[in-house]
Structure formats: structure tokens, C-alpha cells
């Protein structure tokens, strides 16, 4: 039996995206012991699911932290294998901490490099699926994921997700106007679809403003963690928000998917993949006309 370790820190929507990955791995050493290396927001989930025998959490010490940089050494050490998902300069400099083993990724002198020139236009998908091929993975399966199409609160059906709260990067530009949502949210409950606000306790003025306009809705901002957030998702007539992690979620649970992107968010390395995803984009998101989505809305 081969140690094998797989490194994925990252945002929930390149998490989610690397489920499939995962399954791959998972797949392809079955008889194996492998170790997932990620951040304290996932670990939940990925104990839970299918893929992993145990968990490290990777604090992400200073470059001159040096009692955290030991701790994060014996992380990476003892292992036969090690899959860099991350593929960031930071992952990429785990290689040298981790002693230099067999590794799959763009660190320099690696085993098992991702040799694709263009890897990085590509979507996440594609991209990882090319450096697994590198690593000598060939058998791709879809992830199961009936262990996650449980969770959260059961709520009549039928319910949409509304995600109305994105970064505030770029001054706000990847932000669809939240009175926009509330129209949404009216034109939802007008044809006997709840309204379900989610998002984190950051968001609940958001949250309250969409109850404000459409007293059917319902605000979870919050109260969910993501394994409720993914079986939501699994359950729901749609999803409507931004590019962000709960939308990406969303759409691997099969939620049909309304996603609002801006300039600053490339479909092409990073769209939202499920069965029914529709994707609109503009420079600068106030400038997504109401009329657009709703009549998107209305053809459901």
C-alpha cells in the first residue's frame, strides 16, 4: 500500500471544482492511503467524504515562520506520492519542504510535470484532468456524490438560492445590484418558488433587505455549513449568483445555475460546470440589465 498525498488549499469554487479530480485519484489508488492536504474550511467536508483516508490542515505558516514551516515539513513528509492541485508558487515550494518526492505538478524538477504549455487557459477541469494524464492517470469516473445530496434544512420544494453577496474586489464590480436580487426574489415567490437567501453571517443585511421586499424568503446567511449548502443545492429549482464559491457548489450538485460574471471573472479558466448552467456576462455587473435575468428566469 502506497501513501499518497494530494494538496488542494484554494476558495470553495476551485475545491468544488476538484472533485472530480479527486474521484480520479481516488479511482486510481484504491488500494492506496491517501492524505489530503487543505485549509480549515474544508475539512469538515472532506472527512466526510469518499475520497480521503485522513487529513492534514496546512495552516499556511510565513516564509519566516520558521517553527510553522518545521510543522508544515513533517505534513509533507513520508509519502510515495504527491499530487500539487494546487499548483500555485506557494504548493510549488511544498516540493523542496516535502523532500522531493515523486510529485505531479509545476514544481521545478518534479517527477511528473504538467507539461501542457497552455494550462493555464484552461478551465480547472481540463487542467487538472491533463496533469493527472501526465501522472500516468487515465480513468476519469464522475464523482459520487450522494453523500452530500442530504444535508441542510428541508424546505418545501419548490426553492431557489439566491447568493446576492460577492467580493467587494475591483470596487465592487462583480457585484450585481442587491435591488436586483429583490426583484428576483418577488418575481420567484409570484410563480410559488421561496426565495432562499445563503451566504455567511457577513451577509445577513443582505439577506434582510430581500425579506424586506419579499416576505416569503427565507434567510439562511449563516446558519449553513457546506455539506447543508451542497444538499440545498442538490434540491433546488434554481441558483442564482455570481462568481463565487456556493454558485460553483451549486452547479456540481446540479442546480440549474444562473451565474453573473464581470470582466474580472474568466469563464473560460473558471465557469461554473453542471447539467443546466447559464452564464451572463458584463463589464461591470450594474450594468446586467434586471430584465435579462428575469426573463431567464421566467423561461423555467
Given at each position: 500500500?502506497?501513501?499518497?498525498?494530494?494538496?488542494?488549499?484554494?476558495?470553495?469554487?476551485?475545491?468544488?471544482?476538484?472533485?472530480?479530480?479527486?474521484?480520479?485519484?481516488?479511482?486510481?489508488?484504491?488500494?492506496?492511503?491517501?492524505?489530503?492536504?487543505?485549509?480549515?474550511?474544508?475539512?469538515?467536508?472532506?472527512?466526510?467524504?469518499?475520497?480521503?483516508?485522513?487529513?492534514?490542515?496546512?495552516?499556511?505558516?510565513?516564509?519566516?515562520?520558521?517553527?510553522?514551516?518545521?510543522?508544515?515539513?513533517?505534513?509533507?513528509?513520508?509519502?510515495?506520492?504527491?499530487y500539487d492541485l494546487q499548483t500555485s508558487r506557494r504548493s510549488?515550494?511544498?516540493?523542496?519542504?516535502?523532500?522531493?518526492?515523486?510529485?505531479?505538478?509545476?514544481?521545478?524538477?518534479?517527477?511528473?510535470?504538467?507539461?501542457?504549455?497552455?494550462?493555464?487557459?484552461?478551465?480547472?477541469?481540463?487542467?487538472?484532468?491533463?496533469?493527472?494524464?501526465?501522472?500516468?492517470?487515465?480513468?476519469?469516473?464522475?464523482?459520487?456524490?450522494?453523500?452530500?445530496?442530504?444535508?441542510?434544512?428541508?424546505?418545501?420544494?419548490?426553492?431557489?438560492?439566491?447568493?446576492?453577496?460577492?467580493?467587494?474586489?475591483?470596487?465592487?464590480?462583480?457585484?450585481?445590484?442587491?435591488?436586483?436580487?429583490?426583484?428576483?426574489?418577488?418575481?420567484?415567490?409570484?410563480?410559488?418558488?421561496?426565495?432562499?437567501v445563503i451566504g455567511g453571517a457577513a451577509d445577513a443585511p443582505?439577506?434582510?433587505?430581500?425579506?424586506?421586499?419579499?416576505?416569503?424568503?427565507?434567510?439562511?446567511?449563516?446558519?449553513?455549513?457546506?455539506?447543508?449548502?451542497?444538499?440545498?443545492?442538490?434540491?433546488?429549482?434554481?441558483?442564482?449568483?455570481?462568481?463565487?464559491?456556493?454558485?460553483?457548489?451549486?452547479?456540481?450538485?446540479?442546480?440549474?445555475?444562473?451565474?453573473?460574471?464581470?470582466?474580472?471573472?474568466?469563464?473560460?479558466?473558471?465557469?461554473?460546470?453542471?447539467?443546466?448552467?447559464?452564464?451572463?456576462?458584463?463589464?461591470?455587473?450594474?450594468?446586467?440589465?434586471?430584465?435579462r435575468v428575469a426573463g431567464i428566469v421566467a423561461g423555467l
Amino acid at each position: 500500500m502506497k501513501r499518497i498525498l494530494v494538496i488542494r488549499l484554494g476558495a470553495l469554487g476551485d475545491f468544488a471544482l476538484s472533485f472530480a479530480a479527486f474521484a480520479a485519484i481516488r479511482a486510481h489508488h484504491a488500494d492506496d492511503h491517501i492524505t489530503l492536504l487543505t485549509t480549515p474550511p474544508f475539512v469538515s467536508l472532506a472527512l466526510d467524504s469518499p475520497w480521503f483516508d485522513a487529513l492534514r490542515t496546512d495552516t499556511r505558516p510565513g516564509w519566516f515562520d520558521l517553527p510553522g514551516l518545521w510543522r508544515l515539513r513533517g505534513q509533507l513528509r513520508g509519502f510515495d506520492f504527491v499530487y500539487d492541485l494546487q499548483t500555485s508558487r506557494r504548493s510549488s515550494r511544498y516540493f523542496t519542504l516535502a523532500g522531493r518526492p515523486p510529485w505531479s505538478g509545476i514544481a521545478r524538477g518534479c517527477s511528473h510535470p504538467d507539461r501542457n504549455p497552455g494550462r493555464n487557459q484552461l478551465h480547472t477541469l481540463e487542467r487538472q484532468q491533463g496533469q493527472l494524464r501526465d501522472a500516468g492517470i487515465t480513468a476519469f469516473p464522475a464523482p459520487e456524490l450522494g453523500w452530500l445530496s442530504t444535508g441542510g434544512p428541508d424546505i418545501a420544494r419548490p426553492f431557489a438560492l439566491l447568493v446576492p453577496s460577492t467580493s467587494p474586489a475591483h470596487g465592487g464590480a462583480k457585484r450585481w445590484p442587491l435591488e436586483r436580487f429583490c426583484a428576483i426574489a418577488r418575481q420567484l415567490a409570484a410563480r410559488g418558488v421561496t426565495p432562499v437567501v445563503i451566504g455567511g453571517a457577513a451577509d445577513a443585511p443582505n439577506a434582510a433587505a430581500i425579506l424586506a421586499a419579499c416576505p416569503t424568503a427565507i434567510d439562511l446567511t449563516g446558519r449553513t455549513n457546506l455539506q447543508d449548502l451542497a444538499g440545498l443545492a442538490a434540491r433546488a429549482w434554481l441558483t442564482l449568483g455570481g462568481d463565487t464559491g456556493p454558485v460553483h457548489l451549486a452547479a456540481i450538485m446540479g442546480s440549474p445555475v444562473i451565474a453573473l460574471f464581470s470582466k474580472y471573472s474568466d469563464p473560460i479558466q473558471a465557469s461554473p460546470r453542471g447539467r443546466q448552467v447559464t452564464l451572463l456576462q458584463e463589464g461591470v455587473l450594474t450594468d446586467l440589465p434586471l430584465a435579462r435575468v428575469a426573463g431567464i428566469v421566467a423561461g423555467l
